[in-house]
């Protein structure tokens, strides 16, 4: 399985950014898709993730009521729509997949992980 993180960029605060990451080779209606975020000096810290049957889940700290998960089954794509975004949203967004993440706010139950893309979010 490979994943493609892209659409990151540079952004006013309050402004928008739609991420995408696409998967191939893979079956990806098999997969839970999920967006972790790694700040200059912090930890990855958990997005939000979609199951394999469409249920999201949002960190409510980390963007909660301003980010957006979604799936395209036909595009092999999930995308995060990130609305109103802030400095402190600055970071590398990751996606990664696995077939069952038990916890799927926790890193070290996916399996496989895209490159990441940058965001940052200027004051």
């Known amino acids: 399985v490979q994943l493609q993180a892209s659409g990151g960029g540079l952004v006013q605060a309050g402004g928008f950014l739609r991420l995408s990451c696409a998967v191939s080779r893979g079956t990806f209606t098999s997969y839970s898709i999920g967006w972790f975020r790694q700040a200059p000096g912090k930890e990855r810290e958990f997005v939000a993730a979609?199951?394999?049957?469409?249920?999201?889940?949002y960190n409510p700290d980390s963007g909660k009521g301003r980010f957006t998960i979604a799936r395209d089954n036909a595009k092999n794509t999930v995308y995060l729509q990130m609305n109103s975004l802030k400095p402190e949203d600055t970071a590398v967004y990751f996606c990664?997949?696995?077939?069952?993440?038990?916890?799927?706010?926790?890193?070290?139950?996916?399996?496989?992980w895209g490159q990441g893309t940058l965001v940052t979010v200027s004051s």
């Open positions: 990664a997949a696995d077939s069952a993440p038990t916890r799927v706010e926790l890193a070290g139950h996916y399996h496989y």
């Open positions: 979609i199951s394999w049957s469409d249920s999201p889940t």
